[in-house]
Each structure stands twice: as C-alpha cells, then as structure tokens.
C-alpha cells in the first residue's frame, strides 16, 4: 500500500521561509507524479497551491513555490505571512490512476 | 465563476446508504474530469474516486471499491457518489472537486456524512 509521508508539524516565524516535503514510502517523488499543494484552513474547503509540481494555480502569491527536492516534492514558503498558518496537503497521482493525499502538514507562525 | 455545490449528507445507521450531489455550475462540466475527496473529523484528505468527461472510465481508492459508486450525469451537470454498506468510519466530509491538467482546481464546500446507531 503505497504512504504519501508529510511532516505532520512545521514552524516558521513572520517573514521567514519554510519548506514542507512530499515523499512516498517506497520510492522517490518525481515529475511523473503530477505532485499538487493544497491549502486548508479550519473549517474550509481545501484550495489549489501548486500543481503539476511547480506551476501556481490562479490567484496563488508568488511566495508559495514548489519544486522536487532530492527524492521528494516540495512546498516552500518565502516570506511567510500569519494567514499562511493552516494545513497543507501534497497529492501524487500513482501510475494505477489513483491519488493518494500525504497526511498533511499544520503550519504555525510565530 | 465555478461553483460546485455538493448536498445530500445526512445522518445514517451503519449499513445504510446515500447518494451524494454535486451541481457544477460556471463550467462546461462534460469537458472535465470530476472527483470525490472525504475528510473525516480531525483528520487529512482522503482522495475517493474520479471519473473521465463521458464516464467511461473510473478509479476507486483500493479500500472503498465495492461499497462507493461514482456516476454523472452531464445533462444536469451533476456528479454523483452512491455510497452503501455505510460504517462508523465513514463519517466524513465529502467534496467534489474538479480535475483540471493533473490538478484538483476548484473545489465545494462539502456535504456531511455522519453515519451512527
């Protein structure tokens, strides 16, 4: 069964940068994994960061960017703001055609 | 502006069934990939199922393949998700979301699904 791994918890101070990853527990994150970000906050509906893994949905800061990393994808946030404190979400697309969402990663400001 | 409306949730005893709505509006439906996605209290995503534009071809999380069935009808421009054999861990919200270029781009605003004795 494959497990989309995320840090469950990350922080960052105002202004500052973090990156948040999106591995697979067997085997490496590439391109061909159509990698995309997500963004949750309490008691909203997610909405679109990043897709194809670097290109920015509509609307989308230029302060949220993703890329691969090594063996996995990645989120990074440069400059952070205190709305950008939420949950992440990263989402691969398996050669099966299925999705598989990582657990998440709640971001804190301060 | 897209919309995607999802109703049909509900309270339901274990074992039950429901079938869950999504009216898209704001699009043209038939020409997008449509998928279901649940999240349950307190917990991640969970990616459900998807369908292609003229509902030929499907994919099912291994786990919910038996119990869930995805269909549409692009006359009304409606997703549907026929969920049975309802469990405890079910409860869940559910959301519509459009696929787009590899990409779930718009989203609903979900529809609850609470399934208790």
């Known amino acids: 069964q494959t497990v989309v791994t995320q840090e469950p918890s990350l922080s960052v101070s105002p202004g500052g940068t973090v990156t948040l990853t999106c591995g697979l527990s067997?085997?490496?994150?590439?391109?061909?994994?159509?990698c995309s970000w997500h963004q949750q906050t309490p008691g909203q509906a997610p909405r679109s960061l990043i897709y194809?893994?670097?290109i920015r949905s509509s609307g989308v800061p230029d302060r949220f960017s993703g890329s691969i990393l090594g063996n996995k994808a990645a989120l990074t946030i440069t400059g952070a703001q205190a709305d950008d404190e939420c949950d992440y979400y990263c989402?691969?697309?398996?050669?099966?055609?299925?999705?598989?969402f990582g657990g998440g990663t709640k971001v804190t400001v301060l | 502006e897209v919309r995607l409306v999802e109703s049909g949730g509900g309270l339901v005893q274990p074992g039950g069934s429901l079938r869950l709505s999504c009216a898209a509006s704001?699009?043209?439906?038939?020409?997008?990939?449509m998928n279901w996605v649940r999240q349950a209290p307190g917990k991640g995503l969970e990616w459900v199922a998807n369908m292609n534009q003229d509902g030929s071809d499907k994919y099912y999380v291994d786990s919910l393949k038996g119990r869930f069935t995805i269909s549409r009808d692009n006359a009304k421009s409606t997703l549907y998700l026929q969920v049975s054999s309802l469990r405890v861990e079910d409860t869940a919200v559910y959301y519509c979301?459009?696929?787009?270029?590899?990409?779930?781009?718009?989203w609903g605003q979900g529809t609850l699904v609470t399934v208790s004795s």
């Open positions: 979301a459009r696929g787009f270029d590899y990409n779930l781009d718009y």
């Open positions: 989402v691969l697309q398996m050669s099966s055609g299925i999705w598989v």
């Open positions: 704001g699009f043209t439906f038939h020409n997008y990939w």
């Open positions: 067997s085997g490496s994150v590439s391109t061909s994994h159509y």
């Open positions: 194809r893994t670097n």
